[in-house]
């Protein structure tokens, strides 16, 4: 059973693996059909089409197969690489290990924010960005925004979206004022706070992580892993709690086709949330 481990838990032998497949998925042009997949299937709540990534009931699974379908990419060019998590309540500095030179490199450059060191360094030769929503063929960080400072979520702010035993709630979307869905997700609806939790971390970061196309930065596999990772803790903690909206919405809810509900296929897999509830057929986390 593939084990996805912190990443400060990572040997030197696992970091090198994981960076040389990526790298090599990159060469091969797969890397960027993940990110042209993610800039496709971002879609706000002003948006009159289907909404199964983003500010959405299905935030969760979609992503969960997303990454299960990058980490199948990565173990077909070397079996033993999956997704390592950053633990963001944890490792809170730009010196943390995962910014490492031999791991995922730093922080940008005063001026263009252009990631200099490390192995996705665009002067390396081995890291063009192809899909963008900005111009610049290189990856960008600003890793907690020294000009006007940001800090990563705490575990108290992990721990009051854990304490929602209500999965999600009408209206469906980002101003969902309850339910562990959008408080995890970060959308601050009601609140002086304009990113939390998952949505801060992509503002600590910076860069190429503010868009649609956020996965440009490798950065996105590891914060989202411990999204997921999130997610089933909050499962276990409210093992009576199920995923909302259970039935597909009525014709006259504003979101009816809009949202998925439980046993509604996810675009572009045609796969349930039902079916992704369960992650250990694939793998656990150690």
Avoid at 119 to 127: I, K, L, Q, R, T
Avoid at 249 to 259: E, F, S
Wanted: net charge neutral; aromatic share 12%; charged share 30%.
């Amino acid at each position: 059973m593939p084990v996805r481990k912190n990443q400060r838990d990572l040997t030197a032998a696992e970091k090198k693996r994981f960076v040389d497949a990526v790298l090599e998925l990159k060469r091969r042009g797969a890397y960027d059909e993940f990110v042209r997949m993610h800039g496709e299937f971002y879609v706000t709540d002003g948006e009159l089409r289907p909404r199964a990534a983003h500010m959405t009931p299905s935030f969760f699974p979609w992503h969960r197969r997303y990454l299960l379908e990058f980490e199948r990419a990565l173990q077909r060019i070397d079996e033993r690489v999956t997704v390592p998590y950053w633990d963001w309540t944890l490792d809170t500095s730009a010196t943390s290990s995962l910014w490492a030179d031999d791991f995922l490199g730093g922080t940008g450059r005063t001026g263009d924010r252009q990631v200099t060191t490390g192995p996705f360094a665009y002067g390396n030769g081995n890291w063009t960005v192809n899909s963008r929503v900005v111009d610049g063929r290189y990856l960008t960080r600003d890793l907690g925004r020294p000009s006007d400072p940001l800090t990563l979520p705490t575990k108290e702010d992990v721990e009051r979206a854990l304490a929602d035993p209500e999965y999600d709630a009408p209206p469906w979307d980002s101003t969902a004022r309850s339910g562990f869905r959008n408080a995890l997700e970060g959308w601050a609806a009601g609140s002086p706070e304009r990113w939390r939790t998952h949505n801060r971390v992509h503002r600590w970061v910076g860069g190429l992580m503010l868009g649609a196309t956020s996965p440009n930065d490798p950065v996105f596999w590891l914060h989202h892993s411990f999204v997921d990772l999130l997610w089933e803790r909050w499962r276990r903690t409210h093992p009576r709690s199920g995923y909302l909206p259970a039935a597909k919405l009525p014709r006259g809810d504003r979101q009816h086709n809009r949202v998925f509900a439980l046993d509604e296929p996810l675009p572009p897999w045609d796969v349930t949330p039902a079916e992704l509830m369960d992650h250990t057929r694939w793998y656990r986390y150690g």
